[in-house]
């Protein structure tokens, strides 16, 4: 599953580099900046997948696979509630998209509603292979995601009427059949129609667990694309090119150790009633992250010229010295993920508030700062240090052993 997800990851982000090189920067910044808004309208559903692989983890283990088929079907329809109405209101909204984010055209916005509505169901998919420790399927899941971008997306954009929005119709269909064949994968995991699951879904209201964690994920996915949209109201089209390759970067240091977040889950929800080992699971889940972040953020930060030059080729060279500040953004986002995944696991609900006050921070940071693609780039890696600082000082150490680990 971790050479998996690692493949997925190189993947993923060579189709980031090759629209890079085909779009002219302010078609890229576009690409960029509705992606980010997608991830932060659809980010409740990462939220979703913690839960649903935490419960289904917590029923498997009891072997109750009847609880557990139910718990996906029920899941499947709260989803398609969630996914429908937020569709509805990005289609309406399409026109204050185009104009708030001084989009080139008006087709990207509309290509993002089909991605946006099937990124609601991905999720419940991955969720249910996690809580049952199919880490195979898991990672070839994500791998066909990543495929299916090159595959669908890249041809597409480079079509006559293509460009960015043809980017996002491309891996709107490539996730279509992706899901298509995870629901032929889980149909044994599902109940069939019939059993009222899914009109109970339809009908649930959310819980204080599900709400929580919803604001958790919803306050990463914001950290960790505002940065885009502001510099979308900042900065001139070129520089918001600019600053979407530094983007990308931060990005493929951030999901690079993704697989690690992917075991902690059913592993802290089996720890959470005893508080040293559930300490220790976080310790040795972050030790794992900065080492795996440590291999592209070294490389990146010791020759970044050479870097955005390969990925994205000379004419984005002048991104080059945002690297090393973006490099450590990424670095510190992949722990902050971690701490994400780890306090909704263990419900923890004051933790969103370390969250909170790193998202003020970076308002205020680039509405000051935001001259060059390099200041932002450091006003990410001030924010992110600053949140980890106090998440070691006051929640959960990932260096020390807190006190309660010791009673």
Sequence with gaps: MVALTLLASVTNYASNVIFSRILEPASYGDLTALLALGIVLTVPTGAAQTVIAERVAAHAAKGDLGRVRYLVRHALGHVSMIAAAVGILYIAAIPLVEDVLELQAIGPAIALA??????????????????????????????????????????????????????????????????????????????????????????????????????????????????????????????????????????????????????????????RHSAQESARVLRVAAALTVATTAIAALPAALAPELLITTMFGDKYEAASSGVLPMVLAGAGMALLYLLVVYTVAVEDRRWSLVIGVAIALQVVGIALFHDTPAQVATVQAVVVLVALIVNELAFHSLIRRPRSAHT
């Design 114 to 271: 089909p991605l946006l509505v099937l990124g609601f169901f991905l999720p419940v998919a991955m969720g249910t292979l996690q809580g049952l420790d199919r880490y195979l399927a898991y990672g070839l899941m994500l791998l066909a995601l990543a495929v299916s971008r090159l595959a669908f997306g890249v041809p597409w954009a480079l079509s006559p009427t293509g460009g960015s929005g043809g980017a996002l119709a491309g891996q709107a269909v490539g996730a279509a059949v992706v899901l298509a064949c995870a629901a032929w994968l889980l149909r044994s995991d599902v109940l069939p129609r019939g059993s009222g699951a899914a009109t109970a879904g339809l009908r649930r209201t959310p819980d204080v667990r599900a709400v929580s964690a919803g604001l958790a994920f919803i306050a990463f996915a914001v950290i960790t694309n505002l940065d885009i949209l502001l510099v979308k109201l900042f900065m001139s089209p070129h520089d918001v090119g600019m600053y979407a390759v530094l983007s990308t970067v931060g990005k493929i240091i951030l999901f690079l150790p993704a697989a690690i977040a992917v075991v902690l889950v059913p592993n802290a929800a089996r720890a």
